[in-house]
Structure formats: structure tokens, C-alpha cells
């Protein structure tokens, strides 16, 4: 059974910084490619970021230059280094994987920005 668990998230001021995690288990992790998206209030889930098997990395555009997606194939682990945080980056943030026909999901972890 497949099951990621996202961690990291809090609150934080404007022009901050954090570090989310999101921990794989029950795939072999290495071979896949893994997102990072987000929902805010009232808004539909976008993707934020992907990382492929060989670490080639894509990021949607708002947070090009801030953002940075990594995993440790070891660990079994994805992370998405958030800097320079805006009000606009506030939301649930979900760590995704397409794998073995399906798709899943992390519950997510919350940013807020507040200050």
C-alpha cells in the first residue's frame, strides 16, 4: 500500500522560509516522478513542482527562483524548499505520485503567511 505523509508546514511572515517534507513508502520510490501541489481557500489544486526519476525539476511559474524540489532516493523522500514566501503561497500543500496505475496523495501539510 502506498502512502506518503507531508511535513513541514507552519506559519511563517511574509519574505520567510520553510521546508516541507514528504516521506514515501510502498513504491520503489527512486523510479518515480514526485509533485508537490497545493490548494488554497477557494481555489482549485495546482502543481507546484516535479521532480523525475533522473532529478530533472519543473516549477510553475510563480514560484521559479523561490522554490526548490529535491529527493533523497535513500530515504524515500521529496522536499520542497520554499523561500522569499509570499501571502499568495498560502494554502494546504499535498505531496502526489502517479504510480502503479493510480494516483496518490499525501493529507497535506498547511502554510499559512501571516505578518
Known amino acids: 500500500q502506498v502512502h506518503l505523509v507531508e511535513s513541514g508546514g507552519g506559519l511563517v511572515q511574509p519574505g520567510g522560509s520553510l521546508r516541507l517534507s514528504c516521506t514515501a513508502s510502498?513504491?520503489?520510490?527512486?523510479?518515480?516522478?514526485m509533485n508537490w501541489y497545493r490548494q488554497a481557500v477557494g481555489k482549485q489544486r495546482e502543481l507546484v513542482a516535479s521532480i523525475t526519476s533522473d532529478h530533472s525539476r519543473n516549477y510553475t511559474d510563480s514560484v521559479k527562483g523561490r522554490f526548490t524540489i529535491s529527493r533523497d532516493n535513500v530515504r524515500n523522500r521529496v522536499f520542497l524548499e520554499m523561500n522569499s514566501l509570499k501571502p499568495e503561497d498560502a494554502a494546504a500543500y499535498y505531496c502526489n505520485v502517479r504510480a502503479r496505475g493510480s494516483v496518490f496523495w499525501g493529507r497535506g501539510t498547511q502554510v499559512t503567511i501571516s505578518g
Open positions: 510502498g513504491i520503489n520510490f527512486r523510479l518515480y516522478t
